[in-house]
């Protein structure tokens, strides 16, 4: 399967611990997006990578998140001291820059992790 | 107001029914329009990529106006294995990806 992966799919842990998701995008993909989805909404954007850089963050993602894209391939997303309103499922994405070898920007999503904070 | 509105939904039609789906977004700068599909605790599919000249692909076929910034997906001849939730997504330049909310489709027998 040459998709996008997401490691753990499920992680369970409790107030005040961290957690770290792991993101393997599609392997021609340079770009890698971050995004946190809950019930009744659409995804909503965390960040993004172009290659190892990490060129947006939204204001979504406090000081308690951080990302890494060490060699511009797999990502981690980490979540310090979660809170109960961290729960959530949180997706990752991928695509080609646009104009190289396709002129829009389809994102590929992994299956994501949902994180549940007790 | 939201970046990206859609209908609240949901949607509930027989089996056979033509449904359309509509969409706001706020930023004329906006450049590159896509519906996705997103089935009960699945990641979002991509269905499909909205042109300005509007676009086809079997039952499904989408509209883009972008003086009243706009997007529309209709589904003709729906089928069960079509309920899901459609999002609405926008892209400005670069890479500032917005979803909307989403509108839940139930095509029943």
């Known amino acids: 399967d040459t998709g996008v992966s997401q490691d753990p799919r499920h992680k369970i842990t409790k107030r005040g611990q961290n957690v770290t998701f792991r993101c393997d995008p599609i392997?021609?993909?340079?770009?890698l997006y971050w995004y946190r989805q809950t019930l009744g909404q659409g995804p909503e954007f965390l960040t993004y990578?172009?290659?190892?850089?990490?060129?947006?963050k939204s204001r979504l993602l406090s000081d308690r998140f951080s990302a890494e894209r060490p060699k511009g391939s797999f990502s981690t997303l980490e979540i310090q001291r979660t809170e109960q309103g961290d729960s959530a499922m949180y997706l990752c994405a991928s695509s080609l820059t646009p104009g190289l070898l396709r002129g829009s920007y389809e994102q590929y999503f992994g299956p994501g992790t949902r994180l549940t904070v007790t | 107001r939201k970046e990206v509105e859609q209908d609240p939904g949901p949607f509930n039609v027989p089996e056979g029914a033509t449904v359309a789906f509509n969409c706001t977004y706020s930023n004329s700068a906006s450049q590159s329009f896509f519906w996705y599909r997103q089935d009960c605790r699945k990641e979002p599919k991509l269905l499909m990529s909205v042109y300005s000249s509007g676009n086809e692909d079997g039952r499904f076929t989408a509209q883009l106006n972008r003086a009243s910034q706009y997007i529309s997906l209709l589904i003709r001849d729906s089928k069960l294995s079509d309920s899901a939730t459609y999002l609405c997504?926008?892209?400005?330049?670069?890479?500032?990806?917005?979803f909307g909310a989403g509108t839940r489709l139930f095509v029943k027998a």
């Open positions: 392997s021609e993909h340079n770009r």
């Open positions: 997504v926008v892209n400005s330049k670069g890479f500032k990806t917005i």
């Open positions: 990578f172009q290659n190892e850089a990490q060129l947006e």
